[in-house]
């Protein structure tokens, strides 16, 4: 594969719904460009995008895909993600590189959930869009009704530039409005024909020089006076008009049957923006102490600077960096710096990409994508710079986890590599956390949802030959008192020799703090060499409650009189003094449960909040409050117990069709009622 100049490179991501056909289409793109001899399907298992073995196995994306392909001297990088919202941060890796997108709808089923998310990823990033209609010979039987659902989703900027030409079984192909030409089926492949007489471009066209004309004073006196537009000035105005965002083109077809695909291509090239063209072609990065900001232009003149936006671990190459060149050229054996982590590395060999294979280059051009191996150091979000020029750009955003379940491996013999595997799936996925509760002794594993984990669980397998389980995660409860009581702790032991002797009195109270100490000695009862022991003693023994084994918080303890001896006392006397003191006083309390309370915030459209706020109650949850978002959503704040949101993004994803999403943290404990507490103490002791 040439090295090609910035003008004529694409970076585009498909995105859609699942199911909807966005590795098909690569397919035929792969075909048309005459880059593989014939078009593969998901369901043989000989689909380029889909080459993981987990993807072969499980009939859907998992992993963004990079496609880089070539068709009449331009090239174009595709990048293919997955359509399930569980798999949303290999979007988000790969939005963050693009220049534009291709918005795949599955034409027999319509705007599908999965389309409004995509919609609106792409709205949010500013990321201009072409609205591919698939599947038109699998039930699309009203077109204009599909277009006005899409109107009524994404607004006036949907501009439809194709006419089909007949429906479902009979579609064969289509009119473009903006070439003003008909594009049939025979067969085989796509030809140019001439517009059926009974199909009128007349009103769909007018629409779309109107939009065309608003991209430009001077086009909009023109199009008010009557005149007619050059072809220049119309592909200039959709050129503009796409890249501003004011203009979203619609066109239809069959990835199946190559339908589309060369217009598709054409319409990449004419309106998508070239890498120079994004955000002025200037990246903006900061200096390595992150005080001062650095712009690096667009250009292979530039000092090199790159960001990795995704980590491919491979059981036998180990792991690849795939990156975007934001500046310079990288060259194989070129010295480089991970400019975020200030290491210098050694590049080897330089490559593309295509699916799961290797495509061995000389170099790689800013504004192009491509890969390296064996940098362990490196990461996803990773800046790669030149070593006497740093630059580190912003991290990449990836969703946060809401589903959080406990690990564990089927086999003792699969312990010691589990968290080590898990590492290594965490580098390739950034969605997916790990993270070890040393309260519980649990290692907890946090993904986008149950499909995202179990995923996780089946790659530990095939990848790693580590056999997994997931179970709930425990709830860290809490102990407390609610009453003041006295405690005496008396250590004495004799041997033969020196024996050990330290008495104490406490007084253990209930307060705001966590845990608070006073030192109320007086006289030197307890000399002052030990009474950080006490301390020590007491930080220790309130590690484990007497209802249930939880740690004790909001206590204050006071030393207010004690004995020691001259010769037998030392700081293990009182330390040890404290800890039966503590115990003790424990035991004459009245003591509590006490559980973990979490502030959270979901989103949801509107009707489904009376179902959300129903369901929140039943969880013993407080609504805090309520406020409309863009979109027709609202966000709902409330305050409910850990305990019973363990599971709740399976939950929510039920009770809003997929349409809901929610972020949660740690906010306080409270008092658990009896009734619960008492099923919580009796678990614990089983």
């Known amino acids: 594969m040439i090295s090609y100049d910035m003008s004529e490179i694409r970076n585009i991501t498909l995105l859609g719904h699942r199911g909807s056909g966005k590795s098909s289409l690569v397919e035929a793109m792969l075909y048309i460009s005459n880059t593989t001899p014939k078009m593969g399907s998901v369901d ?47 979007v988000s890796s790969a939005l963050a590189v693009s220049g534009g997108a291709v918005l795949v709808v ?46 009524e989703k994404f607004g006036k900027k949907v501009a439809p530039f194709c006419i089909p030409i007949g429906f479902e079984e009979d579609f064969k192909g289509f009119v473009n409005v903006v070439d003003l030409k008909g594009r049939i089926y025979n067969g085989e492949t796509c030809v140019d024909a001439d517009i059926p007489k009974d199909i009128d471009v007349t009103e769909v066209r007018s629409l779309l020089l109107e939009a065309i004309a608003e991209t430009d004073e001077n086009l909009l006196e023109k199009y008010f006076a009557g005149e007619d537009f050059t072809d220049e000035e119309i592909r200039t105005g959709l050129h503009n008009g ?54 690096r232009k667009v250009s292979e003149k530039e000092f090199f600077s790159a960001v990795i936006f995704k980590t491919i671990v491979d059981p036998y190459m180990g792991k690849i960096s795939v990156f975007k060149v934001n500046s310079g050229v990288l060259k194989k054996d070129d010295e480089i710096l991970i400019g975020n982590k200030n290491i210098k590395v050694k590049v080897g060999a330089v490559s593309f990409f295509r699916g799961g294979k290797q495509i061995l280059a ?59 595997s898990l590492q290594r799936l965490s580098d390739e996925d950034p969605s997916f956390s790990i993270d070890r509760n040393f309260e519980t002794k649990e290692l907890i594993v946090g993904g986008q949802g149950e499909k995202h984990l179990n995923i996780i669980l089946n790659k530990l397998e095939n ?9 709930e995660p425990e709830v860290s409860y809490r102990e407390t008192i609610k009453n003041s009581v006295e405690a005496q702790g008396r250590h004495k032991k004799q041997s033969g020799g020196a024996g050990q002797f330290g008495e104490v009195f406490i007084k253990f109270e209930p307060c705001v703090e966590d845990f608070s100490f006073l030192d109320n000695i007086h006289g030197g009862v307890v000399p002052r060499t030990y ?44 330390k040890q003094a404290a800890i039966l003191a503590f115990r003790k006083g424990m035991e004459e309390a009245r003591c509590v449960l006490l559980e973990p309370i979490v502030k959270m915030q979901i989103v949801a459209p509107d009707e489904y909040i009376g179902d959300i706020m129903g369901d929140m109650n039943k969880r013993r949850g407080k609504i805090l409050g309520m406020e409309p978002m863009a979109y027709s959503e609202q966000l709902l704040t409330v305050e409910v117990p850990e305990s019973e949101i363990l599971k709740y993004a399976i939950d929510l994803k039920s009770l809003t069709q997929g ?21 919580v103490i009796e678990a614990r002791k089983r």
């Open 44 to 90: 043989s298992q000989t689909s380029v995008s889909d080459f993981d073995k987990e993807e072969m196995k499980q009939g859907f994306s998992i992993n963004t895909s990079i496609i880089p392909l070539e068709y009449l001297g331009h090239k174009y990088n595709i990048l293919d993600t997955p359509g399930y919202s569980d798999f949303s941060g290999e």
């Open 106 to 151: 599955n034409g027999a089923a319509g705007v599908e959930i999965g389309t409004e998310r995509a919609w609106r990823m792409l709205e949010e990033e500013g990321i201009p869009r072409i609205i591919f209609i698939n599947k038109m010979n699998k039930g699309v039987h009203n077109y204009e009704k599909l277009l006005y659902e899409m109107k």
């Open 242 to 295: 796409v890249i501003s965002g004011e203009i979203v083109p619609v066109i239809i077809g069959s990835a199946s049957n190559a339908i589309g695909v060369h217009t598709l291509f054409e319409m990449l090239y004419n309106y998508m923006p070239t890498p120079q063209e994004m955000n002025g072609g200037v990246k903006i990065g900061y200096s390595l102490d992150g005080e001062k900001r650095v712009e």
């Open 362 to 420: 000389e170099e790689v051009k800013a504004g192009d994508i491509g890969a390296v191996t064996k940098l362990p150091d490196a990461q996803t979000g990773d800046t790669l710079c030149d070593k006497e020029n740093p630059v580190v750009y912003k991290v990449i955003s990836f969703p946060k986890p809401c589903l959080y379940m406990s690990i564990i491996p089927k086999e003792k013999a699969d312990d010691d590599k589990l968290s080590g």
């Open 463 to 471: 990848k790693f030959g580590v056999n997994a389980i997931l179970k």
């Open 531 to 574: 009474i950080p022991a006490v301390e020590k003693g007491l930080v220790e023994a309130k590690s484990k409650g007497r209802l249930a084994g939880y740690p004790v918080i909001n206590v204050k303890a006071t030393l207010y009189d004690g004995s020691y001896h001259p010769v037998d006392s030392n700081e293990l006397s009182f």
């Open 659 to 679: 349409r809901g999403r929610f972020e949660y943290r740690f906010l306080k404990y409270e008092e658990l009622q009896d009734n619960l507490a008492q099923k």
